[in-house]
């Protein structure tokens, strides 16, 4: 149903640690499983992460911005331009005198408190730190994690990045995590959940999700609470394989619970997106919301098995005879969140020594293209004489999954120009940001759009050996960063 050429078909269930068919499980799985064996192409190059100890989740509060650097005086000390909405005063620095006076630089006399304080709100000249006359510290840039000032120091390291780190860090310009090259002039909506720690959307509000299908920004959502099916789907796919349970449930009284019995893969299920999901946006966006739970049915038994299992997606994807395989970037592309799992492992996140992550990926026509901004970039090398297709992004370090616990995971698709390298896949888990890749092309022709999105449900590892159970919940299709569930009070 995916219309992909062989090429793609031979990469496209090789998921970024595990390939269906592959047979290599490396050693301790996580740093090793190149996927060796398959005649599937799906050798991975550059593998290797180093792991350290996952940070501690947040408490679930809102992020709060730093103030606005520019802490103080007559020039201060840059301290990074960080600030989302800090630099509310911080026009801080936009005056950027200091910058003129070059000899500010990076301990202006004002020291690094200066009569400004640290949140630089009289700003009269902090924000222009140690660039001096730049304007804007290349500090101010390099935490900017995206803000007009550009995420990663690319943009701040000059002062085309914006006149003073308080216009730059006002308009959303949250510390970042200091990846390579970061873009300017990005639309308010491109700025949405890139804070660090928990991200609220435009779900906040909306406790267990209800009301939020009444939203201006939303395609579709699925709570269950009807005690039915309600999403529409191609053939109505979606509905014919989910039993409604109330077994067990994210939100309310209701989830969706799905199995998969030894040697079926399942369909992919489709849900079309109107002619008009763009909104009319310059630079349009789409975002798909779905929480899990991963049943300890997913853990292969002694034998060890390696799984790969679809998660869902957004996809363009043109319609087309067999004979006529499309061609990414003019035919079709997607973003998409897959999990994957492998073992023996003796780490402490393990499953009964078997490891399990979810991660996104993408076909698109120059996967080579993509940079890390948060987490990792592994390409996945295609078959030999054929070009790469295809992209994985990785949290750094893996979030690992525990069988039986909820999280929400929620992937975004920022579009591209057409043959331009400046869109954008980010994956968000429970609220944070845990991967970003930039200067992707997802398209090549203008009048390549995405027009569906997958509940996919189906799996990549067809010789399992028994049945896999999964639960679903709090299903959101929109055009704007959804964020995590509203839990209520």
């Known amino acids: 149903h995916l219309h992909t050429s062989m090429a793609m078909t031979r990469a496209l269930f090789c998921l970024g640690v595990v390939a269906a068919g592959c047979s290599s499980r490396g050693g301790e799985g996580d740093n090793s499983l190149a996927a060796g064996a398959s005649g599937n192409g799906a050798n991975m190059r550059n593998w290797r992460i180093d ?36 630099g509310a005063s911080g026009a801080g620095g936009v005056s950027g005198n200091p910058g003129s006076a070059g000899e500010a630089g990076a301990t202006g006399s004002a020291g690094a408190l200066g009569a400004a304080g640290t949140s630089g709100a009289a700003g009269t000249s902090g924000a222009a730190g140690t660039s001096g006359a730049a304007g804007m510290s290349g500090a101010a840039g390099a935490s900017g994690a995206l803000g007009t000032s550009g995420s990663s120091g690319s943009a701040g390291a000059a002062a085309s990045a914006g006149v003073s780190g308080g216009s730059a860090g006002g308009s959303g310009g949250f510390s970042g995590s200091g990846g390579a090259g970061g873009a300017t002039g990005l639309p308010p909506h491109w700025l949405d959940g890139l804070g660090p720690g928990v991200n609220y959307g435009i779900a906040e509000g909306y406790p267990g999700d209800q009301g939020l299908d009444a939203h201006a920004h939303v395609f579709a959502v699925e709570t269950f609470e009807t005690g039915t099916v309600t999403i529409a789907t191609e053939e109505d796919r979606y509905a014919r394989e989910i039993t409604v349970t109330n077994a067990r449930a994210f939100t309310g009284q209701y989830s969706g619970e799905h199995s998969w019995r030894q040697n079926y893969q399942g369909p992919t299920t489709r849900h079309r997106l109107p002619v008009d999901a763009d909104g009319g946006d310059e630079r ?88 890390a901004e948060v987490g990792s970039v592994l390409v996945t090398d295609p078959p030999a004489g054929e070009p790469a297709q295809r992209f994985s992004a990785y949290s750094t370090p893996f979030e690992y999954i525990t069988f039986g616990e909820w999280s929400c995971y929620e ?28 200067s992707v092309t997802f398209r090549i022709a203008e009048d390549l759009v995405p027009n569906h999105m997958q509940m996919n449900l189906h799996r990549t590892t067809a010789n399992f050996p028994h049945t896999m159970i999964r639960w679903t919940d709090n299903i959101v299709l929109a055009r704007r960063y959804i964020g995590p569930v509203d839990r209520g009070p």
């Open 51 to 86: 792991l350290v100890e996952p940070p501690a989740r947040g408490s679930g509060l809102r992020p709060r911005p730093i103030a606005l650097a520019g802490v103080g005086g007559s020039g201060g000390r840059a301290v990074g331009g960080a600030p989302g909405h800090a």
């Open 284 to 371: 349009p966006t789409y975002f798909q919301r779905m929480c899990l739970s991963h049943d300890d049915s997913f853990h292969p038994g002694s034998s060890m098995a390696s799984v790969g299992v679809k998660g869902f997606g957004i996809y363009a994807d043109r319609v087309f005879p067999s004979t006529n395989p499309p061609t990414p970037g003019i035919d079709n592309f997607n973003a998409g969140v897959q999990f994957v799992g492998w073992g023996p492992s003796v780490k402490p996140e393990a499953n009964d020594g078997f490891l399990f992550v979810g991660h996104a990926y993408s076909f698109n026509p120059r996967p080579e293209e993509a940079l």
């Open 411 to 438: 992937v975004g698709l920022y579009l591209n120009r057409a043959d331009q390298s400046d869109g954008e896949i980010r994956f968000w888990i429970d609220g944070v940001l845990r991967a970003r890749a930039i």
